[in-house]
């Protein structure tokens, strides 16, 4: 099955709740982009997504914290490719430290968000794999 990484790190702009909060919203941006990504890779474009079936946020991401998102096709029909997806934080940014742009790499990773969907790329717009 097609695999697909991107890492990024939140910046101030994305954070949108008190205390350097980021919306969730923004890991399913990253969903859509690892989406487009494997769409391209596996048909030669980048199709549409048509919806999610499953999210699930699981911890907190804040400004200066780095994800990294991946997905991967898991079932692929005439017209359809269903995706699994996971976000995880790799570097946190460190309150309370006498720096204040003072971060750490994690031992282990942690699981922030996780979701499922559906995108399509239309019969006539497929180069691979016909």
Do not use: W
């Amino acid at each position: 099955m097609e695999k697909a990484m991107i890492r990024v790190r939140m910046s101030s702009q994305d954070a949108h709740y008190a205390g350097n909060l980021v919306d969730g919203a923004k890991m399913l941006q990253l969903f859509g982009d690892v989406a487009t990504e494997l769409l391209i890779r596996h048909d030669g474009d980048e199709g549409l997504f048509v919806a999610y079936d499953n999210v699930e946020f699981l911890a907190p991401v804040y400004a200066g914290d780095y994800i990294e998102a991946t997905g991967k096709i898991v079932k692929v029909g005439n017209t359809s490719r269903k995706m699994e997806f996971e976000a995880r934080k790799v570097i946190a940014s460190v309150k309370d430290a006498e720096y204040e742009s003072a971060a750490e790499v994690l031992p282990e990773p942690i699981l922030v968000c996780r979701a499922s969907g559906t995108c399509v790329v239309p019969k006539e717009r497929q180069r691979f794999n016909k």
